[in-house]
C-alpha cells in the first residue's frame, strides 16, 4: 500500500491491511507481466528448495536450464498467481507453487492463506496487528471469498452458518462435505 493510502475494500482491516492482501497495484501489474508457460519452471536447489528457472534449450528429453534432471523441475503458474489468496486458483498445484507461494506471502507478512476449503497459517514468530476489534470487526458477515484468508473468516463463517441452523458433514469415505440443516426435532444427530 503507498502513502498509506489503502483501496476502498480493505478499509476497514486499518493498518492490518497490509498483512492480509497484495495491493491491487502489485496484483495488475502481476497479471501484465509477460509469461511463457512453455518456458517458466521450478527447479530443485538444495538449499533453497525450489527456484524459478527458465528453459533455455530442449533437445529430446533434455530440458537445459541451469543444468538439471527431468525429475528436478516442475511447472511453474503465471505472474497473476503470485501471492494468491487461495492456492486451489493455481493451474499448477504442485509442491513447489505451494511452498514457493507460502514463501512468498510469508515473506510479505501474508501468514494466511486458503487452500481450498483449509486456512494455512505460516508463524511469523512475532506479533503482527492482524488480530485487533478492527480486523474482527471487517471480517464479521461477510463471506470467505469477500474478504482476505484469515482465521476470523473461518471462525465468523463458521458462527453465521450456525445461527442459520446449517451444520457441514464431512464423510471420510468419499471425502466430500455437505450441509445439513441441523435443528433440534432432527434425529439424524442421535445417529452419529
Not at 538449499?47 to 527458465?54: D, F, H, I
Not at 457441514?168 to 441441523?182: A, D, G, I, R, S
Given at each position: 500500500?503507498?502513502a ?6 480493505m478499509?476497514?482491516f486499518?493498518p492490518?491491511?497490509i498483512?492480509?492482501?497484495?495491493p491491487e ?5 502481476a497479471?501484465n ?5 512453455k518456458?517458466?519452471y ?7 528448495m ?9 533437445e529430446g528429453?533434455?530440458?537445459?536450464l ?6 528436478e523441475?516442475?511447472p511453474?503458474?503465471p505472474?497473476?498467481?503470485?501471492k494468491?489468496e487461495?492456492m486451489?486458483m ?8 505451494v511452498?514457493?507461494?507460502?514463501k512468498?506471502?510469508y ?21 503482527l496487528?492482524?488480530?485487533d ?5 471487517g471480517?464479521r458477515?461477510k463471506k470467505?471469498?469477500e ?5 476470523f ?7 453465521q452458518?450456525m ?6 458433514l464431512f ?22
Amino acid at each position: 500500500v503507498s502513502a498509506g493510502v489503502l483501496e476502498p475494500e480493505m478499509e476497514c482491516f486499518g493498518p492490518a491491511a497490509i498483512y492480509l492482501r497484495k495491493p491491487e497495484r502489485e496484483r495488475i501489474e502481476a497479471q501484465n507481466t509477460p509469461f511463457d508457460a512453455k518456458t517458466a519452471y521450478f527447479v530443485s536447489e538444495p538449499a533453497e528448495m525450489y527456484l524459478k528457472g527458465k528453459l533455455v534449450k530442449k533437445e529430446g528429453e533434455t530440458k537445459t536450464l541451469l543444468t538439471c534432471n527431468e525429475d528436478e523441475i516442475f511447472p511453474m503458474n503465471p505472474p497473476k498467481f503470485d501471492k494468491i489468496e487461495d492456492m486451489a486458483m493455481m493451474t499448477h498445484l504442485s509442491e513447489p507453487s505451494v511452498l514457493y507461494n507460502l514463501k512468498e506471502r510469508y515473506a510479505a507478512w501474508m501468514i494466511y492463506t486458503y487452500s481450498g476449503l483449509f486456512c494455512v497459517t505460516v508463524n511469523p514468530y512475532k506479533w503482527l496487528p492482524v488480530y485487533d476489534a478492527m480486523v474482527v470487526a471487517g471480517y464479521r458477515g461477510k463471506k470467505r471469498i469477500e474478504a482476505p484468508p484469515h482465521i476470523f473468516s473461518i471462525s465468523d463463517n463458521a458462527y453465521q452458518f450456525m445461527l442459520q441452523g446449517i451444520c457441514y458433514l464431512f464423510n471420510c469415505e468419499h471425502q466430500t462435505c455437505h450441509p445439513v440443516l441441523c435443528d433440534n426435532r432432527s434425529s439424524w444427530w442421535k445417529e452419529i
